[in-house]
């Protein structure tokens, strides 16, 4: 079975960076697609970024283009959400997902989608 576990969040001042991790234990991550998703308080969920691991596509959704870059690991079992000019409005819950085997990002940018597997979130606190 696959199980996520995602880190890295923290309370980061308006204009600066982090990277939050998302681990994978499980067989076969090169055939998963991986994707973040991020709840603030009182707002639906919204996806960020995916990456396609079979071949290291990635997609954004418009708030996270220019800003965020999304990148695995296949060594390390890894996928990392790489956050710069961090912004107020990026406060929020974030979460791994993944779909797969032979996982592609299509599903994870269609509203209310549900990934095969979820991780634990991690909170993003971007002070202004």
């Known amino acids: 079975d696959v199980q996520l576990q995602a880190s890295g969040g923290g309370l980061v001042r308006a204009g600066g960076s982090l990277r939050l991790s998302c681990a994978f234990s499980g067989s076969r991550f090169p055939d998963y697609a991986i994707g973040w998703f991020r709840q603030a308080p009182g707002k639906a969920r919204e996806w960020v970024s995916c990456?396609?691991?079979?071949?290291?596509?990635?997609w954004h959704a418009d708030s996270a283009k220019g800003r965020f870059t999304i990148t695995s690991d296949n060594e390390a079992l890894t996928t990392y959400l790489k956050m710069n000019n961090l912004k107020s409005e990026d406060t929020a819950v974030y979460y791994c997902?993944?779909?797969?085997?032979?996982?592609?990002?299509?599903?994870?940018?269609?509203?209310?989608?549900?990934?095969?597997?979820w991780g634990q979130g991690t909170l993003v606190t971007v002070s202004s």
């Open positions: 990456i396609r691991n079979s071949d290291g596509r990635t």
């Open positions: 997902a993944a779909d797969g085997p032979y996982g592609t990002c299509g599903g994870f940018r269609r509203e209310g989608y549900e990934p095969d597997y």
